[in-house]
């Protein structure tokens, strides 16, 4: 029987190759109708044979072009009209503003990587070749519509060869933007200092340099890379002199997957995020006798690798077994250079030589990282080839801009079933990243045509992002929601995970503002998204120096030490009590007791840095978090047990107290005790308490649903230990899908709330104006 379908699809199905991708659908099926973009999507109408109708609809959603995303798709039957042909209808718009999704940056696809190493291919060797399925999208594109005069590649006009393929619709590369050969289309340059150096094979020429030894800069989609041999110690030395001050893990690149297998261990699971098109960086466990340099990642147990994304990285490693080191271009906390000019200005007296390009990159975007832990993802950093996707929403949501917390930045903004929560825009504490801070959320406002109705931010008066928040909510006259920073973190989990009830939200991290002016971090909440109560927390505890105690955990030791033995402290037998002076404890004992610059704290972070310091693992770090990942690096699930501690009732809810855990852990020292053993057990007490009091919470709430969120919780081991010993007791444990559960997550979570809040205002509104002035007030 010949019938008609109408078929409406909603999802990321414009600007990816899906029209054209129909068009050869429908051939092969033999029907006719016609297709259009829509606001949301795109529509068409298909009339034939009902089993190829049939074949139709399976082979759509069964083939999709890689960077299509369909949420949404419904048929409805229609009588047969007698179609002839198939034609592409212009868009209609009903809308004057609709939402256009714009695709992230993917990974060269196998059909360019063929015609690249094929010497018959006018692309032969070609570092800018790509298709509709692949290349650079948001780094490029400068406004919408998505069209190829909107993005950096406008100043190059293709030649005719290139241009019959953009506008034929059985082509690869119809309306593939960035389409370019050798003849129109961008070029690459290799340059020693400011001296550019003459040469066929510039890339050649640079593989050649980093073999030899040298330190080099290279263009990549989202900004530049340091890089060299990983395994030439003065190479990656040099390295860590031109980042300066920095610890930091480096990443490496590698050609192909055996490579990796010659310096760390690689299931099949963590090979599937490796060589997905998005190419994020994954963290792998090293294995010990690796040939890699010892400062690549010092004292940790992962290694950050990833494969080649663009055609440049592809011929840059081809036919070696090249392990590049290839971390981002910047110096220390600043943003990834991403301009010709400033990495000539910054770099080029540092480094051998830069590899750059004609193709400008207008928006920075950083390399995403992933750790697997226990065949889960977690996003360390979600970033390049992710970013912008949405994160689809159960409801419509008003337009909010969610400015997010101070470190690990990211800001989101939501309109009807979307969040889009930005790329990777770091830490805010210098005035070039607070500069990029504030320039990519003025470019993401055009690109997506946002148009905010209330701001929201963190608690943090001294936040750069709250500053900012301020400014904007005067500038633009909207009303700004201050929202507390671990209730933030909990909402985004539940977003994520599409929880609209009551949770049990369990937020471990370093630092974030509580609502009774002390730093929170070891936080048991009762959440949904309109509201939260806090039912319990690690018993606070003073942090002598502020700020200072991240960058050197000794003293957060030592202030554990001494609420727990008074002026006894001092006179511990505890290395790293015996490796400070006297003046300096008495120093201490005077600043807590006064309270001078001791802020009190109930952070599980540095819970962690204060038990890797008294174990000697390090007495300061370089970067928060480096104490507690070296303490997760020594674990072994081997172990069992956990130390003692005692939950106090308080009001309302209860504190967990771990004197009785620093005790022990003094006790298992004196007694020699394996310290893999004292930090594993440590590891459990935290899985243990945290059971315990979920446990006591439900008796109280009646709540089962647990969610975990926090830079805590990075941690794996730590991770699987905590939902492993909440599901044998029949907890329903859920942990972040699409986001990292560092601060990364805050701006999604910020978002959320503000619009349930607004949403709970509007219905108070049509009962009373007081209550509603009253319900956006709270939080403030
Ligand atoms: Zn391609
Ligand atoms: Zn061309």
Request: some cysteine; proline content about 5%; overall charge neutral.
């Amino acid at each position: 029987m010949k019938t008609r379908n109408r078929i409406t699809i909603h999802g990321i199905v414009q600007g990816v190759g899906f029209r054209p991708y129909i068009h050869k659908l429908v051939q092969n099926n033999q029907l006719a109708g016609w297709i259009c973009n829509s606001n949301q999507g795109v529509e068409m109408e298909v009339e034939g044979e009902d089993s190829a109708i049939h074949h139709f609809i399976k082979d759509l959603k069964n083939n999709l072009p890689p960077l299509a995303l369909i949420e949404d798709i419904k048929f409805e039957r229609l009588p047969w009209l007698g179609y002839c042909g198939f034609k592409i209808k212009k868009s209609q718009s009903n809308h004057r503003h609709p939402i256009i999704l714009i695709p992230p940056d993917i990974s060269v696809c196998d059909d360019c990587l063929k015609e690249l190493n094929n010497p018959f291919d006018p692309r032969y060797r070609y570092p800018f070749i790509n298709c509709t399925n692949c290349g650079p999208r948001f780094t490029i594109i400068k406004d919408i519509p998505y069209d190829r005069d909107k993005t950096t590649m406008e100043e190059f006009l293709m030649c005719s060869d290139c241009y019959a393929e953009y506008t034929d619709i059985e082509n690869r590369r119809y309306h593939a933007q960035p389409n370019a050969c050798p003849v129109c289309g961008p070029e690459v340059s290799l340059y020693a200092g400011m001296q550019k150096i003459i040469t066929k094979n510039p890339i050649g020429e640079a593989q050649r340099r980093l073999i030899k030894g040298q330190v080099g800069v290279i263009k990549g989609l989202g900004g530049f890379h340091l890089t060299c041999d990983a395994g030439n110690h003065l190479a990656v030395s040099r390295i860590r002199e031109i980042k300066q001050r920095d610890e930091k893990p480096f990443a490496v690149m590698v050609e192909n997957s055996s490579i990796i297998r010659t310096f760390s261990r690689l299931s099949p699971f963590a090979r599937k995020y490796l060589e997905s098109i998005e190419r994020p960086i994954v963290l792998l466990k090293k294995k010990n006798n690796n040939h890699l340099s010892s400062e690549i990642a010092p004292g940790n147990a992962y290694i950050g690798v990833m494969l080649p994304y663009t055609p440049l990285h592809f011929l840059l490693l081809q036919n070696n077994d090249l392990i590049l080191v290839m971390t981002s271009a910047n110096f220390s906390d600043e943003p990834i250079i991403y301009q010709n000019e400033e990495a000539f200005q910054k770099l080029a007296h540092q480094v051998d030589f830069l590899l750059v390009h004609n193709r400008a990159i207008y928006n920075r975007c950083d390399d995403s990282v992933i750790k697997i832990s226990f065949n889960r993802p977690i996003f360390i950093r979600r970033s390049r080839g992710y970013t912008p996707y949405p994160i689809v929403l159960s409801e419509k949501s008003r337009q909010i801009l969610a400015m997010g917390p101070e470190q690990k930045n990211t800001v989101c903004f939501t309109r009807d079933r979307y969040a889009f929560s930005s790329q990777h825009l770091g830490d805010l504490n210098n005035r070039d990243s607070y500069e990029a801070y504030q320039k990519a959320i003025h470019r993401i406002i055009r690109i997506f045509q946002f148009n905010p109705e209330v701001i929201a931010c963190d608690l943090h008066p001294d936040y750069l992002s709250t500053i900012y928040a301020e400014e904007l909510s005067k500038e633009k006259d909207l009303p700004l929601l201050k929202i507390q920073h671990h209730y933030a973190h909990i909402a985004s989990c539940m977003v994520e995970n599409q929880l609209n009830e009551k949770v049990i939200g369990v937020a471990f991290d370093g630092t974030g503002l509580g609502e009774d002016g002390k730093i929170w971090g070891g936080e048991f909440l009762v959440v949904d998204l309109k509201d939260f109560h806090r039912v319990g927390h690690l018993k606070y505890q003073a942090m002598p120096g502020g700020d200072q105690v991240i960058h050197q955990p000794w003293r957060m030791t030592y202030s554990y030490l001494y609420s727990i033995f008074g002026q006894e402290a001092a006179n511990l037998n505890v290395k790293l009590i015996e490796r400070r002076a006297p003046e300096e404890l008495q120093l201490l004992n005077q600043m807590v007791d006064k309270k001078i610059n001791s802020p009190l704290t109930s952070s599980c972070g540095r819970l962690f840095d204060a038990v890797a310091a008294l174990i000697g693992l390090r007495d300061e770090v370089n970067f928060e978090g480096q104490a507690a990942m070296e303490l997760e690096a020594i674990c072994q699930a081997s172990y069992k047990g956990h130390y003692s501690y005692q939950i106090e009732e308080a009001i309302p809810g209860w504190i967990v107290n771990i004197e009785e855990m620093f005790h022990q852990i003094i006790y298992d020292m004196k007694k020699h005790k394996n310290i893999r053993k004292i930090a594993t057990q440590f590891h459990n007490t935290i899985a243990d308490f945290t059971l315990f009091m979920c446990v006591k919470i439900r008796e109280k709430y009646n709540i089962n649903i647990v969610t975990l969120s926090g830079g805590v919780f990075q941690n794996s081991f730590l991770l699987d230990q905590t939902i492993r010993k909440l599901e044998e007791k029949d907890f329903i444990v859920f942990i972040h899908q699409k986001m990292p559960p560092n601060d990364a997550c805050i701006s999604l979570g910020q978002a959320v709330i503000a619009n349930a809040r607004i949403q709970c205002a509007n219905l108070v509104e049509k009962r009373e104006d007081v209550g509603k002035q009253e319900y956006l007030k709270r939080g403030n």
